[in-house]
């Protein structure tokens, strides 16, 4: 049973530059989100995609954005790059409807993005 | 709004010692609680939750947790600390109204377990 999958693992980008981050639920799953651990401290809830539309939003600029496909995977997209973005970007998945909270939800390995 | 806090940046024991590593919570209503871990360079795994019912809640790898609700504690614990242990805890808060993924999570603990 494959787990939460992401792309790429690493990545290096420029100040101004764009960047799409991919990531594959585990198998069933049909709710997807995105955190940022910057280095050093907790991960921060960025926003949340269920039935293909955001459902729940963090504290970040529109500069971040998402898509979810029907096959529940899901992309992140950040514009204008930032020094401060350099980041690991951790994409969580789990099942279930908004009111299932209490459902597990499950970590990938991250995608650590370096902005230069 | 919903918060953690982790009040030590790292907790050091002996192998084969008890462990514990504290948090405290802070929401509106009843809290779903997690404990999360990660090991250098990698993403978080899942160890435990309480949603409901049992204050001791046992999770994988020998880990428990107590959810104190007087003292909005929900505490990591471990009868036995094993060197493989030592890695970077967190502990993070859903809110249960609103539903979704938002966890909350605390600024983590630096396990380490020495020989």
């Known amino acids: 049973d494959a787990g939460v999958t992401q792309s790429p693992t690493h990545l290096i980008k420029t100040r101004g530059q764009q960047v799409t981050l991919r990531c594959s639920p585990k198998?069933?799953?049909?709710?997807v989100s995105w955190y940022q651990q910057a280095l050093g401290q907790g991960p921060q809830f960025i926003f949340q995609?269920?039935?293909?539309?955001?459902?729940q939003r963090g504290n970040f600029p529109d500069r971040f954005s998402g898509h979810q496909f029907p096959n529940y995977s899901s992309e992140l997209n950040v514009n204008a790059l930032l020094l401060g973005d350099s980041a690991l970007y951790l994409c969580?998945?789990?099942?279930?409807?908004?009111?299932?909270?209490?459902?597990?939800?499950?970590f990938g390995e991250g995608s650590w993005l370096t902005v230069v | 709004a919903q918060s953690v806090a982790q009040p030590e940046d790292q907790v050091n024991v002996a192998e084969g010692n008890p462990l514990t590593v504290k948090c405290t919570y802070s929401?509106?209503?009843?809290?779903?609680l997690f404990w999360y871990v990660q090991y250098p360079n990698r993403g978080l795994q899942f160890l435990l939750k309480?949603?409901?019912?049992?204050?001791l809640v046992k999770g994988s790898y020998g880990f428990e947790a107590e959810f104190n609700k007087s003292q909005t504690s929900f505490h990591l614990k471990k009868p036995s600390a094993l060197v493989s242990d030592s890695a970077l805890y967190f502990c993070?808060?859903?809110?249960?109204?609103?539903?979704?993924?938002?966890?909350?999570f605390g600024t983590g603990t630096q396990l380490k377990v020495e020989l």
């Open positions: 969580a998945s789990s099942l279930g409807e908004l009111r299932l909270a209490g459902n597990t939800i499950y």
């Open positions: 309480y949603i409901t019912g049992d204050n």
């Open positions: 929401v509106s209503g009843n809290p779903y």
């Open positions: 198998s069933g799953h049909d709710t």
């Open positions: 993070a808060v859903r809110d249960r109204g609103g539903g979704g993924n938002k966890l909350t």
């Open positions: 995609y269920y039935e293909e539309e955001e459902r």
